[in-house]
Antibody, heavy 112, light 107 residues
């Protein structure tokens, strides 16, 4: 059974940093590009970032470019999202996803 | 960036009705269009990929189609379990962009 389990979400002050993790199991993690998608409270889905299978290519939405870093450890079957200089508008549930598979999501709240 | 204009934003229909949700792409996206269903408090579920391909395990009353730059998700006979938000996604070009979503309710 495929599982994607996010962790790391918490309440953080504006300007601070946070790192999300997504532990994958049940499929060959290294063979699939991975992505982070977020959803602000009562809003629609918003793509955040994608990473290639090797990690050699990364893509970001403009509003997070230079602040967020997506990475992966294929040996650990884990996806990461390092989030720096957090803003209130980054408040959302963050999902890791690939193909038809989605994690349960992790809530990130940026507030003073 | 490619804009995905999704309509309607909300829809109320009766059980057994035929329901159609549409996304219009601002540029050519070929068949790089995915439909997701999201029930309250749950993660999205992929329903249709490649514009017309039904995901394994998705009921056959769901279908996807394309007419030019318009992409549609159709439910042939609405059931109570179909109450959810529906989202489209274009994946031909970064940044990937979602439609604004459609809230489907039972009348």
């Amino acid at each position: 059974e495929v599982q994607l389990v996010e962790s790391g979400g918490v309440l953080v002050q504006p300007g601070r940093s946070m790192k999300l993790s997504c532990a994958a199991s049940g499929f060959t993690f290294s063979s699939f590009p991975m992505a982070w998608v977020r959803q602000a409270p009562t809003k629609g889905l918003e793509w955040v970032a994608t990473i290639s299978t090797s990690g050699g290519s990364t893509y970001y939405r403009d509003s997070v470019k230079g602040r967020f870093t997506i990475s992966r450890d294929n040996a650990k079957s884990t996806l990461y999202l390092q989030m720096d200089s957090l803003r209130s508008e980054d408040t959302a549930t963050y999902y890791c996803t690939t193909g038809p598979y989605w994690g349960q999501g992790v809530m990130v709240t940026v507030s003073s | 960036d490619i804009q995905m204009t999704q309509s309607p934003s909300s829809l109320s229909a009766s059980l057994g009705d035929r329901v159609t949700i549409t996304c219009r792409a601002s540029q050519d996206i070929g068949n790089y269009l995915t439909w997701f269903q999201q029930k309250p408090g749950k993660s999205p579920r992929r329903m249709i990929y490649g514009a017309t391909n039904l995901e394994d395990g998705v009921p056959s009353r769901f279908s996807g189609s394309r007419s030019g730059s318009d992409y549609s998700l159709t439910i042939s006979s609405l059931e109570s379990e179909d109450v959810a938000d529906y989202h489209c996604l274009q994946s031909i070009q970064y940044p990937l962009t979602f439609g604004s979503g459609t809230k489907l309710e039972i009348k």
